[in-house]
């Protein structure tokens, strides 16, 4: 946390105000910066209403001051490098450093000021997506306030009405703005710590990027043709596990500010959906999935008990999802003979790999790759390869975490007898019967 600093008092504005003049600025409070990759410890509250912190995937919570009544914050929007996973780095806009911008925690009831100054190349707003607040903080520039231009600084204050988890990102040239990485999350915990309390609590937000191979920028008027799917602007093996104790009562909190939306899935376990960016659903309403749909635009919240240990595949059910640097317009070639295949794209191409024609796992293969890209499947488990890519990462089920412990455990020490094993098979199958063709069957 930071100390406290005197400076502009505590006065409500009519709306989002810029700050100029040297005596406002040396009040605006320090803008923390962050360069690493990893998820960073949970920021405990040293003041104030208890709550559990939330920790965010590949990520961190922005430090705060206090005024007086206020929590202070300064976001600075600007250019970013983000590594989507190793050997691949991509240049974004964001927040503080990074990109997604870092999550943003408070109480229900706190009085926040957030000051964001703009060290991008055109002008910007934040909106503040979800949050019950007045019109003219909504972020909504040249509707609710004017645009923040390039060197300054504007802020807004509005106290958090309600409990839940909701989103930041501009509303000023939007369109480009998103696609180049511009969002963050939003925590208030409730002021009852005796409301729906959990062990744990992840969050991360989800978008879509176009990036070419060998290409350092993302395609911004990309509407449908992604090959990048990220959470928290990471890939898989480059999305942080989440590491759980047996027991504990898990919360997942998952933005989608990408293109389309998601069915997150989680192996081994059901949960419950118990909030989205409207506000938490009553308990009579809650049913058991083990799959929840993310529209776009949207945040849907789900609490797990982890009482099934292991390492458990946590991902979004859309196959091409988990998968990176997709070349989509690659022919399907299953079922053609590899040998001539070969033989007709050497005549032109004397180095390629003929692939696909029984399949495209791709666990084994060694070839050469464009500069500043990723396998399209990838990573390797203690069984061989795990060829995942995307929006993939692993829930690690332990007994013997300590509470914020958050670290990777590595794999899973699998109780003799408990994994999948291959049998001897006959040498001979069983006769099979053949089908009936439908016109000669009774009716």
């Not at 409500?12 to 100029?20: D, E, F, N, Q, T």
């Not at 360069?35 to 912190?53: K, N, T």
């Not at 999305?239 to 069915?263: A, C, E, F, Q, Y």
Request: hydrophobic content about 40%; overall charge negative.
């Amino acid at each position: 946390m930071y100390s406290r600093r005197g400076f502009l008092g505590t006065a409500a504005l009519a709306g989002a105000s810029a700050i100029s003049g040297r005596v406002q600025a040396a009040s605006i409070p320090e803008a923390p910066h962050m360069d690493r990759v990893v998820m960073q410890p949970p920021l405990h509250p040293i003041s104030g209403p208890d709550y559990r912190p939330v920790v965010t995937l590949n990520g961190w919570s922005l430090p705060f001051r206090m005024n007086g009544d206020w929590k202070e914050f300064h976001l600075v929007a600007e250019p970013v490098v983000r590594e989507f996973a190793e050997g691949m780095k991509v240049n974004l806009w964001g927040y503080n450093g990074q990109s997604p911008g870092p999550t943003i925690e408070a109480v229900e009831g706190d009085k926040i000021r957030i000051f964001v100054t703009n060290k991008l190349p055109e002008y910007t707003t934040v909106h503040w997506h979800g949050m019950i607040i007045p019109s003219g903080m909504d972020g909504v520039g040249g509707l609710t306030q004017p645009h923040i231009q390039p060197g300054k600084t504007f802020v807004y204050e509005f106290e958090m009405k309600k409990s839940g988890t909701f989103m930041y990102h501009p509303h000023s040239d939007e369109m480009v703005q998103m696609a180049m990485g511009m969002m963050g999350m939003v925590v208030v915990h409730p002021r009852d710590q005796s409301f729906r309390p959990v062990d744990r609590d992840f969050v991360f937000v989800m978008s879509t990027y176009r990036v070419d191979p060998g290409t350092y920028l993302p395609q911004v008027n990309e509407m449908t043709d992604f090959n990048m799917w990220t959470w928290n602007s990471r890939v898989f093996p480059g999305i942080d596990p989440l590491p759980v104790r047996l027991g504990d009562r898990v919360r997942v909190r998952i933005g989608n500010l990408s293109m389309t939306n998601h069915p997150i899935h989680l192996h081994g376990h059901s949960f419950a959906v118990t909030c989205t960016d409207g506000g938490w659903i009553p308990e009579s309403a809650q049913y058991p999935e083990t799959t929840t749909d993310v529209p776009v635009g949207a945040v849907r919240v789900f609490d797990v008990l982890a009482d099934n240990p292991g390492d458990w595949a946590f991902h979004c059910h859309k196959s091409h999802h988990t998968m990176n640097a997709m070349g989509h317009e690659v022919r399907n070639l299953i079922g053609v003979s590899r040998k001539d295949l070969a033989r007709a794209v050497g005549k032109l191409a004397p180095d390629a790999m003929a692939m696909g024609s029984s399949g495209m796992a791709m666990g084994n293969m060694e070839m050469p790759a464009p500069d500043n890209t990723l396998p399209m499947m990838t990573g390797t488990g203690q069984f061989g390869p795990i060829e995942m890519g995307g929006m993939f990462t692993v829930m690690k089920i332990r007994e013997d975490l300590a509470r914020d412990d958050y670290r990777d455990p590595g794999p899973y020490k699998f109780p003799q007898g408990t994994v999948a094993y291959e049998v001897e098979a006959p040498d001979a199958g069983p006769v099979r019967q053949p089908a009936t063709p439908a016109h000669k069957m009774k009716m």
